[in-house]
């Protein structure tokens, strides 16, 4: 069973490489995205915003208090970037087996114009059944966004619509809402799970 999960999550990262080929990968996190902000994300106790997740309940930075959680910021009309990294992390969860179930994951929306909470309920049902997805108002996002220090900008195409600019690595934060560190965009399974088990032994060190 995970072995085919695996090779689910593969098909649709593979999927999304072909379909950028059309697209143009640089548009959304390529040498045409913003350049990240260095500084280190706050304490998400110290955040505030509101949000709603794909099941339509109020959440905000509470909600990744109390379990070490994981952050990614996208939309569901990425080409590129959005379904890779997610189905990188669905991996990474199922490699976790059930220490995934410990943890929180969240996929914010730089993009909710868009990604209404039923647009991400039915993106998300294609990955991990962890990961969460989030969106709500367009200030409540700048203000997530500002919170964790990653950006995002609208950036119109030629055919008059729109594609999103947006940080591309993952957050990681221990259980007690602490910044970790960052997983970056395509990183190795053989160095991401490391980190992803580092958040993990510090809650389990709390605990003794």
Request: aromatic residues 10%.
């Amino acid at each position: 069973m995970k072995r085919r999960k695996l090779l689910t999550y593969s098909a649709i990262g593979a999927g999304a490489i072909t379909l950028t080929l059309s697209v143009g990968w640089w548009q959304v996190d390529g040498p045409g995205a913003p350049e990240q902000i260095s500084k280190r994300p706050m304490a998400l106790s110290a955040m505030e915003f509101d949000l709603l997740d794909h099941e339509g309940n109020e959440v905000g930075p509470d909600a990744l208090i109390g379990r070490p959680s994981m952050v990614f910021f996208g939309f569901t009309y990425c080409p590129d970037v959005c379904p890779t990294t997610l189905a990188d992390i669905s991996g990474w969860l199922d490699e976790l087996g059930e220490q995934a179930g410990g943890m929180n994951v969240a996929f914010i929306t730089v993009d909710p114009e868009r990604d209404t909470v039923e647009a991400m309920e039915n993106y998300v049902s294609n990955f991990h059944p962890s990961i969460r997805g989030w969106t709500g108002p367009e200030e409540e996002i700048a203000r997530a966004v500002a919170g964790f220090r990653a950006s995002y900008e609208k950036v119109p195409t030629e055919n008059g619509d729109y594609t999103m600019n947006h940080t591309a690595n993952v957050f990681l934060f221990d259980a007690k809402g602490e910044f970790v560190t960052n997983i970056d965009y395509h990183e190795s399974r053989e160095f991401a799970l490391p980190k992803i088990q580092r958040a993990l032994d510090i809650e389990a060190e709390d605990m003794t």
